[in-house]
């Protein structure tokens, strides 16, 4: 598992940068020029090209490998399926194979060489490589924001995309821009002759975060015109997008045209669509509609089969991958979000999400030099480490507690009364040649002594006293002591949501442990990041599974 960036500045370069993208985009494209007003001149740059001595190496024999997906199921909602036959044994599409996280992280590697591979060197090769992945010119000061990013050493440099706000017009975003001045809820900042300041914070939390916000773009403000930024205090994002309207918008796109201001009003619209929750932005046939139609959410997977994540973007989708609404409490709570567009910044949101996040600061630390971390193969703890707080939802008797993602993962670990079940996990069929995959059980106890260390610190909270829901929590969950200091020593790190994002993710990601990320929310950072070369991919909706990820270790130290 290789964890990158690896400096001590790298973290904060990547974080800036990420943000003057968004600026870049959102207030250069809109505030100064429509798209029609760009010209080709951007096409003049010319790549530089450099001569490479060519390496002569002895032909080997080619190994056949499979690509895992001509092994396995790949199924539409990001997951792929390990299925079992009636001796207990995984069989692929090509018969005994090995465990599929080898190959995942296999490709994972090949797909991180190939993005650094890609990327652009020039200004005239981004140029070029925006134009082909997003059919226009580059927005008026993506000079600026190029030479910004190169001299701070970014990696990725074609990696943005703001794609819904591309579809209105620049008449329309400025007369969102004003709404978004009076929105309920909000900071605001004002950048002018290049330096930026708070504007207006009703009280501390929000002045706290509306100075992070400062510092953060401080570097680049100089690029920006004249304008006031306007962002939502709350953990989420207010409105979601429908799966229609973002077909609506890639059409536009594709056609270099704006939407319609009845189109707009027609999307928006409560009315149009009658159901109560979140699915609301889902089409009609989409499987969480269906299964809701049902009065069910998804099932979690039958026992003669095996899931792991192959896609984490499609996990993201919860029309599509209807188990997340079983698998977070942000979905615990029914109401229709709203679906205006509005130029709003936020910390965190769905996928379907219709705001523009940022990189939040909370709980930022700078990451430590890599000497000073302990070498991963000295820590002295073998188990998957988390500690957390009872965050995740609001909890009362309408909504249950118990079905939430933290209380999920603390039961799993520490509820005596499932110590005995037999848990069924893949493991590698035969020790000597590490060949083949079978299913086999173990004592949940068993399995948790040896592969965890996880579980709730602190009293509870976000609970109602008032109908008997805190005091529920209080004689059901023995909490744990915090251990300060205690993950920059085990070897695997989890991440779990709290009441959106985790804030701590980032400085896992630079702690030197494996990182196992449980979220249903992408990071301002996902797209920059391959899953199983930064980090593993898990799911605490179906917690059985999370035993799947480290049994391989487990197994060998059993047999």
Known sequence: MVLAPTSRRSWRRFTRVLIFIIFALVSLYYFLNSEDDQTSAWADGEPETATQRPKFRKPKKPTPRHEWTELWEAKPDGKLVVPIDEKGNAISKIGFTRHPLLDLVEEAEKKWKDTLRRQSKTLGEAVREYERRYGRHPPQGFDDWYRFATEKGVVLIDEANIAPFLAMAPKQIKER???????????????????????????????????????????????????????????????????????????????????????????????????????????????????????????????????????????????????????????????????????????????????????????????????????????????????GRMTGSHYNKQYGWRHTHRFRLHELAWNDTFAEDEVAVLVEGDPKTQKGLKRKTFKRKELNDALFDVGLVGDVFQCDEGDGTCDEIRRSIKTLEPVYGAGGLAKYALDVDGNGWSGRYQNLLSSGSVVLKATVFPEWISDWLVPYYHFVVCCIRNSKRLYDHLSPTFAANST
């Open 177 to 387: 821009l004003a709404q978004a001045a009076k929105h309920f809820d909000t900071y605001h900042i004002n950048i002018e002759d290049g330096v930026a300041s708070v504007a207006a914070a009703k009280n501390h939390e929000e002045e706290f975060k509306a100075r992070d916000m400062v510092e953060l773009i401080s570097e680049f403000t100089e690029f920006l015109p004249d304008m006031a930024i306007h962002a939502s205090m709350h953990d989420m994002g207010p409105n979601i997008f429908g799966d229609d309207f973002r077909a609506e918008v890639e059409r536009l796109l594709n056609q270099r045209d704006y939407m319609t201001t009845k189109n707009l009003t027609t999307f928006e619209s409560k009315a149009r669509n009658k159901r109560p929750n979140v699915t609301k932005a889902c089409f009609d046939d989409a499987p969480a509609v269906l299964l809701e139609q049902e009065g069910i959410l998804a099932p979690p997977p039958s026992n003669d089969t095996f899931e792991f994540i192959y896609s984490h973007s499609k996990t993201f989708n919860f029309c599509q991958n209807p188990s997340i609404l079983a698998q977070n409490g942000i979905f615990s709570v029914r109401h229709a979000r709203d679906s205006r567009v509005l130029p709003l910044f936020v910390q965190c949101k769905l996928q379907q999400g219709g705001d523009i996040q940022y990189p939040s600061l909370v709980q930022w630390q700078d990451p430590p030099a890599p000497e000073k971390l302990t070498p991963w193969r000295e820590r002295p703890n073998n188990k998957l480490f988390w500690r």
